[in-house]
């Protein structure tokens, strides 16, 4: 059987060879599909990575309340797009802070109430639509942030304070250190006491770019925005050994706080999730299935490839039928020549696939991500591709009658 298999491959590289343009292209078209799939799956590898290792980054003793979403899963995924509250109706409250704080073992709790608004510096520079924070002092304590310059929120200050990502500070005011600058927003001036350093993570647990937000006290802003909600709480707690029992003993002080409403989830360790995992799993699938019709495409690229070599080599097949050779030796023969079309363009796939991963990285935070699941999938991908796209071209050719192949001759 060994000497049968190496007999077919050994006639299967000697076909392809004789067409090695043909064969080129014919493996191209698979290779397009496959590099598109690898890339995804590295794209989507490096995201989670990135994400798992902020949390790991913030620590074990991280809890995270979160409003319990009422939409579908489609309409919360096209209102991430377009807003950035993902929430129908946030029952999360400033008062929460409080009970929360009540809870032994509580280290620091930080609300995080996001708000889209105009901002105007004291240079006359306007952002339209920038990023406005809500949170507290432990906000700084419980995401292990730097200041660049500067201090963090000051709740006691007799003018509201705000700190600034290094982005936005020079974006608003051309400078990445203004402090003592005042900015105004919805009417309320704001003095800038620090900007943060720059942290270069626009895809984060939080669902903020840090480095391009202007971050002031939550209690100033929802004086000053009547719409604003709490999208997230942020809780630290003083050790990892209770982290469960604290999750547990906040979830019903929360519900007791609020009459037995249960319209929160509370998150600990590996549960914390990016609040747009939904969004980033519908658009891999999104172009998976591109991706997918692209392989389909580069399938049928083998198939046609295929009939013509089986045309082509209708007299070898009588040749090799009047010899001894049986229909199972011909099929053997033209699948593995498919499956050698399809593995080479999925190893150049490979190739292609991890190049594109590489040029991204440059211009996006997300590093090439590379594993062995990754590696099982390209090569199932280009297996199956070839067994079910070289199968009927094999058949085709198994089933040819000796007389008549041997007759004809091109």
């Not at 590295?42 to 790991?56: A, C, D, E, F, T």
């Not at 929430?87 to 400033?94: A, E, G, I, Q, V």
Request: charged letters at 15%.
């Amino acid at each position: 059987m060994a000497l049968l298999l190496r007999t077919h491959y050994a006639l299967a590289k000697s076909s392809l060879k004789r067409n090695r343009t043909r064969s080129f292209l014919t493996c191209l078209g698979i290779a397009i599909g496959v590099a598109s799939i690898i890339l995804i799956l590295s794209l989507m590898g490096s995201i989670k990575n990135l994400v798992s290792k902020q949390i790991s980054d913030a620590g074990a003793n991280l809890i995270v309340i979160r409003p319990t979403s009422t939409r579908s899963t489609v309409d919360s995924i096209v209102n991430e797009l377009t807003t950035s509250t993902q929430y129908l109706k946030s029952n999360l409250t400033l008062k929460d802070i409080k009970t929360i704080e009540k809870v032994e073992g509580i280290a620091a709790v930080s609300p995080l109430a996001v708000s889209v608004n105009s901002l105007k510096g004291d240079t006359e520079n306007i952002v339209p639509s920038a990023t406005i924070v809500g949170t507290n002092p432990d906000f700084l304590k419980i995401q292990n942030l730097n200041l660049k310059k500067g201090t963090f929120l000051r709740e006691d200050a007799e003018t509201p304070t705000a700190v600034i990502g290094a982005k936005l500070a020079n974006t608003l005011f051309g400078t990445a250190e203004p402090i003592s600058k005042t900015i105004t927003l919805l009417g309320q001036r704001f003095i800038i006491v620090g900007v943060l350093a720059e942290v270069d993570d626009p895809i984060n647990f939080n669902n903020i770019n840090l480095d391009d937000s202007l971050f002031v006290s939550a209690s100033a802003l929802n004086k000053i925005d009547n719409s604003l909600q709490i999208q997230q709480i942020n809780v630290r707690t003083e050790n990892t050994d209770t982290l469960e029992q604290t999750a547990n003993t906040i979830k019903e002080s929360l519900i007791a706080a609020k009459s037995g409403d249960t319209n929160f989830t509370v998150l600990k360790g590996e549960e914390i999730t990016h609040p747009a995992g939904s969004l980033f799993s519908i658009i891999s699938g999104i172009l998976t299935l591109v991706a997918g019709i692209s392989l389909i495409v580069g399938g049928i690229g083998v198939m046609n490839i295929m009939l013509v070599s089986v045309a082509e080599r209708t007299h070898e097949i009588g040749i090799r039928k009047a010899i001894g050779a049986t229909s199972g030796n011909i099929l053997l023969q033209f699948l593995i020549e498919s499956l050698i079309l399809s593995l080479s363009g999925g190893f150049l796939g490979l190739i292609f696939g991890y190049v594109l991963a590489f040029l991204t990285s440059l211009i996006t935070p997300f590093a090439p991500f590379i594993s062995w699941q990754i590696l099982a999938i390209t090569f199932g991908v280009s297996l199956i591709t070839g067994l079910i796209f070289g199968l009927y071209p094999a058949l085709k050719a198994a089933h040819k009658s000796p007389i008549y192949s041997l007759k004809f001759w091109g």
